[in-house]
């Protein structure tokens, strides 16, 4: 998810596109760049956020009144100066950004090489860019029909703006999965990948669809579509102010980004899981495949929410590859003399990547010849940089201290390698191999059900905010979800909560249940299903309060719950990606009930990059 920035018309151009891209650093901030019309095409683009580019840029002639921006969150390539966007083609006549994924752009890459064409960094954006230059060249067309052409070829998603030198006022721009804003002003056009780099010139937009292109001049906006037909622009009047465009119109960043889930999950999963073929593709694994399968034991290592991360996927390594796994919090490995044996395999698990015990604790297993596989979500990071290999997640930034997207985004890419290593093993029986498959590409499509039903669970929120404690309790796949669930609610709303394995609850935590502590159940259907209903009537007898995550359907559980918050039918192994998200919005509706700050709670910061 990057920020991009567009304008053309009689105003200075350069300091509405450094505004704009301020304005949306929340959508991505490891590298940013500028393309000027200023007599000539001229770029200026650097790894950092948008403040040092700015203090680059002091004193330089950037008079221009026309000019595109981006605010990066790198995808391909690590966050580099040659990275960052915009690109020049190598005519150097085009610049271009790009919000999205080239899914082909090695393919199309392949082909531009052998025609002799050169890249100066990693990034699909440059391919694109010098595809189409290249289709223009070849087929002697204007720019608009090159890109016409040049997308009917791709697969993947983009908003590109495109600079040409030679028509200094236009742009052009076109999107397919990825956002992008067009405002209208009085002989001015803006653009945006939502309004807030335009809200304060102008409240008329027009939002592009899938497979439309714009081309954009001071006093002409004309949309067409691929087949080159004409559309009617949409003209809308926008309500919505600042800060809640920011948030893609939701109160908090912890709000979106837990609605965001069926797409980043989706996005995990996308060029990646072909259930219909029955492969999963993840370079970054592939080439480690022998020593995974060959493994006699995998660590893995993380903190907090990641490390909840780790714990469901030692159920799930177990399960399907029959590996030993060990699941390790970072801060505890790094200090003790760990026991690393050759062929081990270490699977660091981060969000931001920073987090310094995680990094630590892998630069000591490196040290001891361990293979150090990442499951990151920031490119480029520097647990990334320091792994051998691994895949990142996708899930686009976090803003929201609160791990939610990135929690189920790591659940989805470790169930992939476990898929992918269990294949190669002969681990998994084939039939149930393709179900899982199959039932994983329908995850997004579940979350979304669940979302839908996130009104109730506002309601029993409101219901047990001024409980002074929680029990969350869970068994198998479902205890490492309790244990995300109790440690949400603590971080969000400030209330004790505690994460337990259900059958533990016998010895000694039984003593605290009374009529004062709810108990959540993670319940969905399940191999243990049995087992946690006993342990529900457990609780009942001592009159405590039961809330439970159960499985649509699910009468007993419903019977033995004060209330019940429903997630659709799914393999146990796929289960957690459902089961965590009314515990996310239980934590989220809690915090905000008792008047908490969600995004950013007391004593907490997104990424602990401090011992
Ligand atoms: C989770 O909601 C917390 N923000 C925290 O526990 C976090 O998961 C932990 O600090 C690890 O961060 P990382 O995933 O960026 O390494």
Redesign the pocket.
């Known amino acids: 998810m990057c920020g991009i920035v567009g304008y053309t018309g009689p105003r200075e151009a350069y300091p509405i596109i450094i505004k704009g891209l301020k304005r949306l650093e929340y959508r991505g901030y490891d590298s940013t760049g500028v393309a000027l019309q200023n007599g000539g095409l001229k770029v200026y683009k650097k790894k950092g956020k948008v403040a040092d580019l700015e203090e680059t840029l002091v004193g330089k002639n950037l008079h221009a009144h026309a000019g595109i921006g981006h605010t990066r969150w790198a995808t391909h390539g690590e966050p580099s100066d040659l990275n960052a966007h915009p690109h020049r083609s190598s005519s150097g006549k085009l610049a271009m950004i790009h919000n999205g994924i080239i899914e082909n752009y090695s393919q199309l890459k392949k082909e531009l090489t052998n025609k002799g064409y050169q890249f100066s960094s990693e990034t699909d954006t440059e391919v694109l860019l010098n595809f189409i230059e290249e289709i223009r060249n070849n087929n002697q067309c204007d720019l608009e029909e090159a890109v016409r052409i040049a997308l009917k070829r791709v697969t993947g998603a983009y908003v590109i703006l495109l600079l040409d030198e030679d028509k200094p006022e236009t742009i052009i721009a076109a999107r397919k999965g990825s956002p992008l804003v067009i405002g209208i002003g009085k002989g001015e056009h803006f653009l945006g990948s939502d309004a807030s780099p335009m809200l304060e010139y102008t409240k008329e937009v027009v939002y592009v669809n899938d497979y439309e292109l714009a081309i954009i001049k001071p006093d002409e906006l004309i949309l067409k579509n691929l087949g080159n037909e004409k559309i009617t622009p949409y003209v809308q009047r926008l309500d919505l102010e600042l800060a809640a465009i920011e948030k893609g119109g939701y109160e908090h960043f912890m709000l979106k980004e837990i609605f965001e889930q069926p797409q980043t999950i989706y996005d995990c999963l996308r060029g990646r899981l072909d259930a219909t073929e029955g492969t999963i593709t993840m370079s970054g694994i592939q080439q480690y495949a022998e020593q995974l399968v060959s493994a006699n034991r995998i660590i893995m290592i993380?903190?907090?929410?990641?490390?909840?991360a780790g714990l469901a996927a030692e159920y799930i390594f177990e399960e399907l590859c029959r590996i030993n796994v060990e699941v390790e919090y970072a801060s505890e490995f790094r200090y003790r003399n760990p026991v690393i044996n050759p062929g081990d395999v270490i699977i660091a698990?981060?969000?931001?990547?920073?987090?310094a015990d995680?990094l630590v604790a892998i630069e000591n297993a490196k040290s001891k010849g361990a293979i150090i596989l990442g499951v990151v979500?920031?490119v480029g990071s520097s647990?990334a940089r320091t792994s051998h290999g691994g895949a990142y997640t996708h899930a686009g930034p976090e803003i929201g201290?609160?791990?939610?997207k990135?929690?189920t985004a790591?659940l989805a890419v470790l169930t992939m390698i476990a898929l992918k290593i269990g294949y190669i093993k002969g681990t998994i029986p084939q039939q149930r191999y393709m179900h899982l498959l199959n039932e994983l590409q329908e995850i997004p499509e579940k979350v979304a059900w669940v979302l839908k039903r996130s009104g109730h669970i506002k309601a029993v929120a409101e219901k047990y905010k001024d409980a002074r404690d929680f029990l969350y309790l869970g068994r198998g796949y479902n205890f490492p979800v309790a244990l995300e669930g109790a440690?949400?609610l603590k971080?969000i709303s400030y209330i004790h909560a505690e994460g337990y394995p259900a059958a533990e609850m016998k010895h000694g935590p039984i003593a605290l249940v009374d009529e004062e502590l709810p108990v959540v159940f993670v319940a969905t259907k399940d191999s243990y299903h049995e087992k946690i209903v006993s342990n529900m009537q457990e609780i009942r007898a001592r009159k405590g309060t039961v809330i439970s995550v159960i499985t649509e359907g699910d009468e007993v559980s419903t019977e033995l719950s004060d209330d019940v918050m429903i997630v659709p039918e799914a393999d146990e192994i796929l289960a957690p990606m459902l089961s965590v998200v009314p515990l996310q919005l239980l934590a989220y509706y809690i915090g905000v009930a008792k008047g908490c700050d969600v995004d950013k709670p007391r004593n907490?910061?997104?990424?602990?990059t401090v011992e």
């Open positions: 993380a903190c907090g929410t990641s490390w909840h698990i981060s969000q931001s990547g920073e987090t995680t979500n920031v647990i201290v609160a791990s939610t990135a929690f790591q440690l949400k971080e907490l910061a997104k990424s602990v």
